[in-house]
């Protein structure tokens, strides 16, 4: 995976579980705060207002974090479907992978309850950023 864009997230003693790194529990969080990071950089938009839903997430954790690290998350979009999009995620800390995640989020209509084709403006950044043409 190529990296498009760039997070960094320092440790919180609020991240740490009693076996002194980071619960699983906050990584989903830090996959958060990345994409939302994506989202405001490369699409110009903010991530509360996208309508978005995460409908898979998978993490393979390779090292732990403690307090005091600093998290680089790496992020690039890998697929583009008709209403979703493939992120793929590389946590790193002081350069060392310590996990690696995916997700996949679809665009919600929230009047009708179902997905709804990417906007075409979205789609065009995604392709120029990344070097891919949709499905």
Do not use: C, K
């Amino acid at each position: 995976m190529a990296a498009t864009h760039v997070t960094s997230i320092p440790v919180r003693f609020q991240d740490i579980d009693t076996m002194g790194h980071v619960n699983n529990s906050e990584y989903p969080n830090f996959l958060a705060e990345a994409r939302a990071g994506y989202y405001e950089e490369v699409l110009e938009y903010d991530l509360r207002a996208a309508d978005t839903v995460v409908v898979h997430m998978t993490i393979d954790y390779s090292a732990e974090i403690t307090r005091g690290d600093v998290v680089d998350i790496e992020v690039a979009v890998t697929d583009l479907g008709t209403s979703s999009l493939t992120m793929e995620y590389t946590l790193r800390v002081d350069g060392d992978i310590v996990s690696t995640a995916e997700t996949v989020q679809v665009i919600y209509d929230n009047e009708s309850g179902s997905s709804r084709p990417i906007p075409t403006d979205w789609r065009q950044r995604i392709e120029a950023n990344e070097g891919i043409s949709s499905a």
